[in-house]
Each structure stands twice: as C-alpha cells, then as structure tokens.
C-alpha cells in the first residue's frame, strides 16, 4: 500500500519508512507532484495536521499522514505555539525566533514549556490522531550545536543539556516527534495494510 507522509523533507521520510513493514511504501508530496507548501491555516497542531492530510486524501484519493510541532511556553500563554516556525516574522528564521523568545522570558521567573507534536493520518475512510509531548524549560542562553530550530534553548526535564547538545539519538527517543512517531508506528504496524 502507498502511503503519502504530507512533507518535502527527505529525511523525515527515510527515517519512518525504516521502521514501517514492507508492505508500506512511504511516499513524499514531491513523489505525488505536490511540490508546493499546504498552506497551514487553522489555529491549532491539530487543525494544521488535519488540513494537510485531507488535502492529499482529498485530492489525490491516497492514505496520508501529516504533523505539526509547536512549542508551548506557560508563562507566555501557550506562545509561540502554532506559530512556532515563524514567531519573529519570516518562515523558519530559527536565531529570530530564538533571540525574540528569550528577550519575551527576561523578567518571568517560570520558563517552562513544552514541545507538541500532533500527527493526522487518514487511512480507510477514518482518521487517527498520534501526539507526543516533552516538557522542559527553555535556557537563559543558547547551548550546543546540533539539531535546529529552538533546540538550542530547550532542556528536557531530567537532563542537563540542551536538546542541541543532546546526541540525536537521545533527542529522538525522548523528543515529542518521536513519541508522536512511534505512536503512528505501533498503529500501523498492527493494522492489516495489504488490502
Ligand atoms: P514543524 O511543524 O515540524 O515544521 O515545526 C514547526 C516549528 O517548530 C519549526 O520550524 C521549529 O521552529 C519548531 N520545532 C519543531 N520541532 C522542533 C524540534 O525538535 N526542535 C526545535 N524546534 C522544533
């Protein structure tokens, strides 16, 4: 069965087509020529992951799972939340967002956060939500060099580094997408796709 993962990103896509059973072919937006964004509308993780999928369910006829990540800072509301990606204005000026952010933490006593990841799959006629959430708090100052947006602020609850000094490995065991990912996994693992 062909399904569609609603990204351009090549890598996200090799990393779950790996751990997918082989009757599964993981397909990208560009495999289907899509090559454009989906543009993400709604308010909420959910309603982002939503509009994706369904856009390829809708106009392509196939299965498709789609995410959306926001991080969630308490004491500032739930900012940047949905808007994560482009909090200081432009598209995924990750510096931007991190220098905004912590210029809004600078006299509140509660940083902590947390970062979501809502998946949409629709598959069969029915769709079925995946998340995965990590909590932490977000530094006085960037640490580390790996990974990418807000990692370089973020420290996961239970460890001293950030999660851009962190090895990937840890990141993905215990990050919010990974969650949400093996979630998607077990479901699919454990359904009967060769119909
Ligand atoms: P997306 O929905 O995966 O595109 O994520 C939206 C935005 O959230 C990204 O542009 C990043 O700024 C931020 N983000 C998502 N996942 C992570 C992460 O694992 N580490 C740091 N920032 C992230």
Redo the contacts with the bound molecule.
């Keep these: 069965m062909k399904l569609v993962f609603a990204t351009h990103n090549a890598n996200k896509l090799k990393e779950i087509q790996q751990l997918l059973p082989a009757s599964i072919e993981l397909v990208s937006l560009d495999a289907i020529g899509y090559t454009e964004d989906i543009p ?1 509308t709604a308010n909420t ?1 959910k309603g ?1 992951a939503k509009i994706k999928a369904d856009f390829v369910t809708k106009n392509y006829n196939l299965p498709c799972f789609a ?5 969630l800072v308490k004491s500032l509301n739930g900012e ?1 939340g949905v808007y ?4 200081a204005g432009s ?2 000026d ?1 510096q931007a ?1 991190m220098s905004k952010l912590l210029k809004n933490l600078e006299n509140k006593q509660d940083r902590s956060a947390h ?1 979501k ?1 809502v998946i949409a799959l629709n598959i069969k006629g029915e769709t079925h939500i995946f998340e995965g959430k990590v909590s932490g708090v977000i530094t006085i100052s960037q640490k580390g060099k790996r ?5 370089p602020i ?1 420290k996961p609850n239970g460890y001293e580094e950030t ?1 851009a000094e962190l090895p990937l490995t840890v ?1 993905n065991r215990i ?3 990974g969650q949400a990912v093996q979630k998607l996994i077990a479901y699919l693992n454990n359904i009967n796709v060769t119909e």
């Design positions: 993400e993780l982002n995410d959306d990540t926001g991080l940047p994560s990606a482009r909090y598209q995924n990750s967002n970062f990841t990974g990418f947006g807000y990692d973020f999660f990141k990050s919010h997408r």
